[in-house]
């Protein structure tokens, strides 16, 4: 029986109900990957372990994921967020016990859907702190039909080394900033659908999202600085919206407009800057569209090293305008600000340059 939104589970259960699927467990701190094999234990067994990861990460963290595990793990590298790989990670994690994800995205993506798939257990083992994929249900994945994220299954486990993910690149950090201040535009988002469409809205869970958001907003400062303790903040919040987002049931609270403005610059120029850092720009317009305080979004950006300006990261002028005019209709059932305000070429141009993105 399919237990996912909007579809019949039994005549006795009434319309509207949700499945919450959240992490069952988080270990975070300093030099906690020496205890991999602990924390995966009870889904291993006496087995094997498919370990999915990219080649940088695989020579920087290798050593310690074979020295914490107990058994010898298959390692499939993973070089792209696509299908294809996905199906390699399958291929080799038919009859093990469950599959571990060490990464910063790519590989964190492919193992949890491959592990869903599969129905075994998936357990994510982030090496930095990009985005809110590390904690949330949803894949991220190139070559499907749709340019946005799908629903598989949060991870069983995260273990999050605060030593490991300390010591990634600035940049990737400055991103996973930029994807948890995006809540806060997105949050404005499911509310307006709410009010307009009726669709489902849950407050707890938006509260927990905002939260996060504040994160940056309120400590960006501090958090720019990127010693342990803000990056354990930096973690948390993104460990929190993922979170949000299993007991929302759905990506609404994590994921809005400035996301699918997001999605449609990876269309348009597909390596051009990373996913935060494009959420992040497009918080800052989504923002004044909202009518919210743009300019401390673009403060707290900038105090943490993140781009707030689209050529920063490569973008020209007319993709943001592209975007910014079409973003809407790659995803038209979720209803936001750009579904009501409906830009033209001329109000999204004004838009980008009152706000300094272009
Ligand atoms: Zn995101």
Redo the contacts with the bound molecule.
């Keep these: 029986m399919a237990l996912n939104h909007n579809q019949s589970a039994s005549p006795h259960v009434d319309p509207g109900y949700h499945l919450m699927e959240l992490p069952t467990k988080v270990l975070i701190g300093g030099g906690v990957i020496s205890v991999l094999g602990d924390f995966v234990k009870d889904s291993a067994g006496g087995g094997r372990v498919v370990v999915a990861s990219g080649s940088n990460v695989a020579s920087k963290v290798r050593k310690a994921v074979e020295e914490a595990l107990p058994m010898e793990p298959i390692w499939v590298e993973v070089a792209a967020a696509d299908i294809r790989n996905v199906d390699r990670v399958m291929a080799a994690a038919t009859s093990t016990g469950c599959i571990i994800g060490v990464g910063g995205g790519k590989s964190v993506d492919v193992g949890k859907l491959a592990a869903f798939k599969l129905h075994i257990p998936f357990y994510s083992v982030p090496t930095s702190a990009s985005?809110?994929g590390i904690s949330s249900p949803f894949a991220s994945l190139k070559g499907l039909d749709r340019p946005y994220s799908i629903m598989a299954k949060p991870p069983l486990g995260i273990l999050a080394d605060i030593d490991v993910i300390a010591s990634a690149p600035r940049r990737l950090l400055a991103s996973g900033c930029g994807?948890l201040v995006?809540k806060l535009t997105a949050v404005k988002d499911w509310e307006l659908a709410h009010r307009v469409t009726g669709e489902y809205f849950g407050s707890y869970s938006a509260s927990l999202a905002l939260m996060s958001a504040n994160t940056v907003l309120d400590h960006s400062r501090t958090l720019g600085s990127f010693d342990k303790e803000s990056v354990r903040e930096l973690v948390e919040g993104l460990i929190s919206t993922g979170v949000a987002a299993g007991i929302a049931g759905s990506s609404r609270p994590?994921?809005g407009s400035e996301?699918l403005f997001s999605h449609y610059l990876d269309v348009l120029a597909p390596e051009s800057g990373l996913?935060?850092e494009k959420?992040g720009i497009g918080t800052i317009m989504m923002a004044k569209l909202h009518g919210i305080d743009w300019r401390r979004v673009r403060l707290a950006l900038k105090n943490v090293g993140a781009p707030v300006e689209a050529s920063q990261i490569g973008i020209g002028d007319s993709m943001v305008i592209e975007a910014l005019t079409k973003a809407s209709t790659i995803r038209p059932e979720r209803y936001t600000i750009l579904s009501r305000r409906k830009l033209t070429r001329r109000s999204a141009s004004l838009l980008a340059k009152s706000t300094g993105v272009i």
């Design positions: 985005h809110d994807d995006s994590c994921s996301h996913h935060g959420c």
